[in-house]
């Protein structure tokens, strides 16, 4: 290999190297991010398995007694302002259901991945 060659060959290598110390950093920081939406998904599914059903009968149950209506509305929207889009009947299970498609298929990228 002549001396340019070699210096373009070198340069190309460390330039390759860069990049992947910042895919490392990313990686690590996309690690973290999956633990903590793992978390977060597993809090949401311990209230949907545990309390959703108890939690959507119960203004139904307040009003029965005579009691004020709590005031939940169901609507379309994944941010809170008063009205609750969990509350609707597949919300909640969609949701979970789609985060474990996405992790199924990130999981099928990565394993041809790793050599």
Sequence with gaps: MENKELLNKLRAMQT???RIDQDNKAIEAFTQFLIESKQRCDALSEFYENEWLDVVGED???VEKG???LG???YE???PNGK???LGEDTIWNTLSENRQFLLE???TLVPMIS
């Design 84 to 86: 609750y889009s969990i």
């Design 67 to 69: 009691l004020p209506s």
């Design 77 to 79: 929207s994944s941010e």
């Design 60 to 62: 139904e149950r307040r």
């Design 106 to 108: 990130l999981l099928k």
């Design 16 to 18: 390759l190297y860069a």
């Design 72 to 74: 939940i509305v169901v």
